[in-house]
């Protein structure tokens, strides 16, 4: 069974950054896409960004442009960098792997999350 393990996080001021990682314990084909969601509290999970197994990103339209995701695919591992960090993305980013990349979820049926972690951005 794939796990998936979250490092990172933290908490910073408004217009700062941070870097988040997770790495798989394996590649399968059942895990072609790897993504970030975040949840704040008393809020519904949301996805953040997406990315193809060397392929494009995918990214909602609130982090673009401050957010980049890539991958090291000899590591099987992803990373979330995040500029001009803003209160509202304060949250749990969870790492989660499914088949597909693609609509509202970025993240297609994942099947795959991890624990989490916590960003927290103060204003």
């Known amino acids: 069974q794939v796990q998936l393990a979250e490092s990172g996080g933290g908490s910073v001021q408004a217009g700062g950054t941070l870097r988040i990682s997770c790495v798989a314990s394996?590649?399968?084909?059942?895990?072609?896409?790897m993504g970030w969601f975040r949840q704040a509290p008393g809020k519904e999970r949301e996805a953040v960004a997406a990315i193809y197994r060397g392929g494009s990103p995918y990214y909602v339209d609130s982090v673009r442009d401050r957010f980049t995701i890539s991958q090291d695919i000899s590591k099987n591992s992803m990373t979330l960098q995040m500029n001009n960090l803003k209160p509202e993305d304060t949250g749990m980013y969870y790492c989660?792997?499914?088949?597909?990349?693609?609509?509202?979820?970025?993240?297609?049926?994942?099947?795959?999350w991890g624990q989490g972690t916590q960003v927290t951005v103060s204003s």
């Open positions: 989660a792997a499914g088949r597909y990349c693609g609509g509202p979820r970025l993240v297609e049926s994942p099947t795959t």
């Open positions: 394996e590649y399968t084909y059942m895990h072609n896409c």
